[in-house]
């Protein structure tokens, strides 16, 4: 997986906090999922950064962890799922 490659949520795909549930939910045409709280603040950082800016920022919130592969392994899922897509330095969505 390129660590320069720019992540965002896949068009569609809304990013909240839900009161009721006191979690982030992720909202996209087939659903909804209610998220953890790793999985929230990963996601709310989908905003156009690219990978390595991703780990950097959620190293420096969380320096007892390596979370490293954990971000990664959680945004191929995330790929997978549909909810997010990334231009990497082949321009592919």
């Keep these: 997986m390129d660590r320069s490659a720019h992540v965002a ?7 909240q906090w839900e009161p009721a549930q006191q979690a982030r939910v992720l909202l996209y045409p087939e659903g909804m999922v ?6 929230g603040e990963i ?3 989908c905003d156009g950064r ?20 954990d971000v990664l392994e959680f945004l191929a ?3 997978r799922q549909g909810w997010v897509e ?8």
Excluded: C, K, Y
């Design 9 to 15: 949520l896949a068009r569609g795909v809304r990013l």
């Design 34 to 39: 209610q998220l953890n709280e790793s999985a």
């Design 43 to 45: 996601l709310a950082l």
């Design 50 to 69: 690219t990978l390595a800016e991703m780990i950097d920022e959620l190293q420096r919130r969380f320096p007892d962890a390596e979370v490293g592969d």
């Design 77 to 79: 899922d995330a790929r």
């Design 86 to 93: 990334w231009e990497d330095a082949d321009h592919e969505r």
